[in-house]
């Protein structure tokens, strides 16, 4: 399993970014996806995960409203949408699946969110 997260960068409070994550290694249609994030200093935390077959959706009470998660399984990508940055979602972001009871995380991607 290899998952790799890009999209990353610095933004100005009320921006966006789009997040992907790139997985291979595994039949990637068949897994449920899940966006966490660490901000500095802090625990890992849930964002927005994305089911399978039915891409139904679940999000961080933080987040609702402003990130919106994706999948395309014929590229094996799944994509969040950041709108409406705030300073506090700087972060680095993971991505992570599930698959026979281990979960494969990727190296993560720095987010920074400037005033």
């Known amino acids: 399993v290899h998952i790799v997260e890009s999209g990353g960068g610095l933004v100005h409070a009320g921006g966006s970014l789009r997040l992907s994550c790139a997985a291979s290694g595994f039949t990637f249609s068949s897994y449920a996806m899940t966006w966490y994030r660490q901000p500095p200093g802090k625990l890992r935390e849930f964002v927005a995960s994305i089911t399978h077959p039915n891409k139904d959706t679940g999000y961080a009470d933080s987040v609702k409203g402003r990130f919106t998660i994706s999948r395309d399984n014929a590229s094996n990508t799944v994509y969040l949408q950041m709108n409406n940055l705030k300073i506090e979602d700087t972060a680095t972001y993971y991505c992570?699946?599930?698959?026979?009871?281990?979960?494969?995380w990727g190296q993560g991607t720095q987010v920074t969110v400037s005033s």
């Open positions: 992570k699946v599930t698959r026979a009871g281990a979960s494969y």
